[in-house]
């Protein structure tokens, strides 16, 4: 049976930044997100160079669910060597490195034929057994939404994903994945996409077209702390979707979650989005040297996650939603920003259900 074709629905789903989503694929129901209230208190402020704050264990096989829509919210384990510290004798990784222009017309992105390959794309993908490029040269300065204008914003972001191409082509490379460097397009309003029409208040990851959206209603949200490197955290979660794309994890997990009940399907997202935010956190760490981000933004970045949470978004402290719990996104962010390791961010195979809530 293991060669056996998989059941696929697959058709193009989005993402959404910071706001409980239906999939595409399943007719879940949607929580809408409560934008306006003060955050509510999260877990105690990380130590840098520390210990990963615990978290209660809980016995059971692990949870094998997947799920198909892309949005950003953070979480975290902690930065054992950090590069947060900004020292001025950095010997950057890749230097020799130039980013490919932008692709507006890539290739698919794998997709399993078979459950053999939708295992090993989920659970055990080559991509974890590398390291990020770390630490890269990264001279673009954080945009403020807030002051910038549209088009400032979206050429900081589209000249920001050459310092996310940076830290990520080497492993994608070693691994033996492609990696097309998407697009930035930044809205204000409404806008209409191949993944359809994206609200207000959003960044996205449209996998129909494998290309990334902001949108400038960001700025008004609370928790930003008036700092602009969150936003940099938005993007480098977006594009963490594109990596999931990139790899087949993606793709498995939209597979696998139409074969799951709504209960197990929920949780498959949640990991995904975990796993997106771990991956912001390991851009965050590699670029800190050089933007830099200071210790001071990876706090209101953490801050962020837990304001973005489903549970503080809709004041429902026990809703299974298809995006974590602000505490999760900030356990999931911080364990990237203390790592190079890929691996680390593997949030399909924790046995530890607290996790992905």
């Given amino acids: ?15 959404s930044f910071g706001a409980p989503q239906q999939f595409q694929t399943r007719a879940y129901p949607q929580r809408a997100p409560q934008f306006g209230g003060q955050p509510q208190p999260g877990p105690p402020a ?22 198909g829509c892309l949005a950003l919210i953070v979480g975290a384990v902690f930065i054992t060597n950090s590069l947060f510290n900004n020292d001025d004798n950095v010997a950057y990784a890749n230097e020799n490195y130039t980013p490919p222009p932008v692709d507006e017309n890539p290739d698919q992105f794998p997709i399993p034929e078979t459950y053999d390959e939708l295992s090993t ?9 590398e390291q990020v490029s770390a630490p890269i040269r990264c001279e673009t300065s954080p945009v403020d939404p807030a002051t910038a204008s549209p088009d400032e914003v979206e050429a900081h972001f589209n000249d920001f994903t050459g310092c996310l191409m940076t830290t990520w082509i080497e492993p994608m490379t070693a691994a033996g994945w492609t990696l097309p460097r998407p697009a930035v397009t930044v809205y204000e309003g409404t806008i209409d996409t191949p993944c359809g029409d994206l609200p207000e208040m959003n960044a996205v990851y449209c996998s129909a077209n494998q290309q990334l959206y902001f949108s400038m209603e960001l700025a008004d949200l609370p928790g930003t702390s008036g700092n602009p490197a969150v936003f940099d955290m938005v993007m480098a979660h977006e594009f963490g979707h594109d990596i999931q794309g990139r790899t087949g994890q993606m ?42 981000y200071t210790e001071a933004d990876a706090q ?11 549970d503080t978004q809709t004041g429902d402290a026990d809703i299974e939603s298809t995006h974590p719990h602000g505490a999760t996104r900030e356990y999931w962010t911080q364990m990237g920003m203390s790592t190079t390791e890929i691996g680390r961010c593997n ?9 992905t809530d």
């Fill in 46 to 67: 990380p130590q840098f160079g520390g210990q990963p704050p615990r978290r209660r264990s809980s016995p059971g096989a692990i949870l094998l669910t997947a799920i």
């Fill in 251 to 292: 793709a498995a997990a939209v597979i696998l979650s139409e074969e799951l009940s709504e209960a197990e399907a929920l949780k498959m997202s949640r990991m995904r989005e975990a796993q997106a935010d771990c991956y912001a956190g390991l851009f965050l760490n590699s670029a800190a040297s050089s933007v830099p």
């Fill in 300 to 310: 209101d970045v953490l801050e962020y996650t837990v304001a973005l949470g489903a």
């Fill in 121 to 129: 794309m989920l659970y055990s993908n080559p991509v974890n057994a």
């Fill in 1 to 15: 049976m293991s060669q056996q074709q998989p059941y696929r629905s697959f058709g193009t789903p989005g993402g």
């Fill in 347 to 355: 949030t399909y195979v924790v046995s530890d259900d607290s996790l």
